[in-house]
Nanobody
């Protein structure tokens, strides 16, 4: 059974930073691309970033490029997302997901329960 547990969210002021973590279990973490997606209130899932199995290749949505950094530690079965220069539009529930395609992260069974990021002054 795929288990993904996100942590690290919270309330932060505009311009602030957070580091999200996602602890993975129930599958061979190092063999899967991984993805972060987010969902703002009243909106659909938005792809944020993906990373290759070894971590060498990353991709970002234009809205977060240059501000967010995805990484992974395959020895710890953990995925990370460093969020810098946060703005109000980044307020959302952030989910990690197994896989790198939209069909992968669209499945609830491939996502964790999420961690809330709220950006407010």
């Amino acid at each position: 059974e795929v288990q993904l547990v996100e942590s690290g969210g919270g309330l932060v002021q505009p311009g602030g930073s957070l580091r999200l973590s996602c602890a993975a279990s129930g599958f061979t973490f190092r063999m899967y691309r991984m993805t972060w997606v987010r969902q703002a209130p009243g909106k659909g899932l938005e792809w944020v970033s993906s990373i290759s199995t070894g971590g060498a290749t990353t991709a970002y949505a234009d809205s977060v490029k240059g501000r967010f950094t995805i990484s992974r530690d395959n020895t710890k079965n953990t995925l990370y997302l460093q969020l810098n220069s946060l703005n109000i539009e980044d307020t959302a529930m952030y989910y990690c997901a197994r896989g790198g395609s939209d069909s992968d992260y669209a499945k609830e069974s491939n996502r964790g329960r999420g961690t809330q990021v709220t950006v407010s002054s």
